[in-house]
């Protein structure tokens, strides 16, 4: 069984590197977005000797060497320094928060409607139907044909290896729901969670968790890790039984 103190560890190390980013780790975690995510950096994971304001100004002056605009910070309570404060007082914009949810995946029961199922990811045809729901939900890129078989590739790899999968989910058999799991140390990172809007509140999303789940102990995971934003998941992943393991907050500065 993972103790406290693993999880919060096992959420503090979770960060995401997509295709075609760039990423650098000196003082904080950094990463450059592809153009396909919309750009910009992201940060995370402080662990620095400097002061709150020092870390940021490298941070910023890393974001503008790479030539974008956007500098996005997410908060951890494992961080040093914090630079809460810090983002505060330069005028950061709070743009998002998530909560930080565990379970066992053993003691997870989920009640999935009539309707609605899902199936883990093993075709194009799939991988072009989660794309199609990716693509309004998150407001990014779609991917051209080779995106698309790469994508796959990606995805049948790291289930064949058991690093990971990818589900989808449907309501009457048409496709308006997916996301991902990582497995980690007996830890099924659950991420990538999306629903069409018009698709919202009708088991979707809960059939798409339990196909994770389900998938993911078959793959050695023993843990279910997830954030989830406050205004969607995080509603019912309560719900399911999930605990609660704090917050964590996004803040968004524009770097001139």
Same mark, same amino acid.
């Given at each position: 069984?993972?103790?406290?103190?693993?999880?919060? /560890?096992?959420?503090?190390?979770?960060?995401?590197?997509?295709?075609?980013?760039?990423?650098?780790?000196?003082?904080?975690?950094?990463? $450059?977005? &592809?153009?396909?995510?919309?750009?910009?950096?992201?940060?995370?994971?402080?662990?620095?000797?400097?002061? +709150?304001?020092?870390?940021?100004?490298?941070?910023?002056?890393?974001? $503008?060497?790479?030539?974008?605009?956007?500098?996005?910070?997410?908060?951890?309570?494992?961080?040093? &320094?914090?630079? #809460?404060?810090?983002?505060? /007082?330069?005028?950061? #914009?709070?743009?998002?928060?998530?909560?930080?949810? +565990?379970?066992?995946?053993?003691?997870?029961?989920?009640?999935?409607?009539?309707?609605?199922? *899902?199936?883990?990811?093993?075709? !194009?045809?799939?991988?072009?139907?989660?794309?199609?729901?990716?693509? @309004?939900?998150?407001?990014?890129? @779609?991917?051209?044909?080779?995106? !698309?078989?790469?994508?796959?590739? #990606?995805?049948?790899?790291?289930? +064949?290896?058991?690093?990971? %999968?990818?589900?989808?989910?449907?309501?009457?058999?048409?496709?308006?729901?997916?996301?991902?799991?990582?497995?980690?140390?007996?830890?099924?990172? %659950?991420?990538?969670?999306?629903?069409?809007?018009?698709?919202?509140?009708?088991?979707?999303?809960?059939?798409?968790?339990?196909?994770?789940?389900?998938?993911?102990?078959?793959?050695?995971?023993?843990? *279910?890790?997830?954030?989830?934003?406050? *205004?969607?998941?995080? @509603?019912?992943?309560?719900?399911?039984?999930?605990? $609660?393991?704090?917050?964590? /907050?996004?803040? $968004?500065?524009?770097?001139?």
């Amino acid at each position: 069984m993972h103790t406290i103190d693993d999880i919060l /560890r096992a959420s503090a190390a979770w960060v995401w590197f997509p295709r075609d980013s760039e990423q650098e780790k000196d003082h904080l975690q950094l990463v $450059r977005y &592809p153009q396909r995510f919309g750009g910009g950096v992201r940060a995370s994971q402080v662990d620095s000797t400097a002061d +709150a304001a020092a870390v940021l100004e490298h941070a910023i002056a890393r974001t $503008r060497a790479w030539g974008e605009s956007q500098f996005t910070f997410w908060t951890n309570a494992s961080d040093r &320094p914090d630079l #809460e404060d810090e983002l505060h /007082r330069r005028g950061a #914009e709070h743009i998002d928060t998530v909560t930080v949810f +565990a379970l066992p995946i053993s003691g997870i029961e989920i009640d999935v409607p009539a309707g609605a199922t *899902a199936e883990v990811v093993r075709s !194009l045809d799939q991988v072009r139907e989660v794309d199609s729901i990716n693509v @309004p939900v998150w407001e990014q890129a @779609p991917l051209d044909e080779d995106g !698309l078989r790469v994508e796959l590739d #990606e995805v049948t790899a790291a289930l +064949a290896s058991g690093d990971g %999968l990818r589900v989808i989910g449907r309501l009457d058999g048409e496709a308006v729901s997916t996301g991902g799991s990582t497995i980690v140390d007996g830890f099924a990172r %659950l991420w990538g969670a999306a629903t069409l809007e018009s698709a919202r509140g009708r088991g979707a999303y809960r059939a798409v968790l339990a196909e994770r789940l389900r998938a993911s102990a078959e793959l050695g995971a023993t843990t *279910a890790l997830v954030k989830g934003r406050i *205004a969607t998941s995080a @509603p019912i992943l309560t719900r399911v039984g999930f605990e $609660r393991f704090g917050d964590e /907050r996004a803040y $968004r500065l524009t770097v001139t």
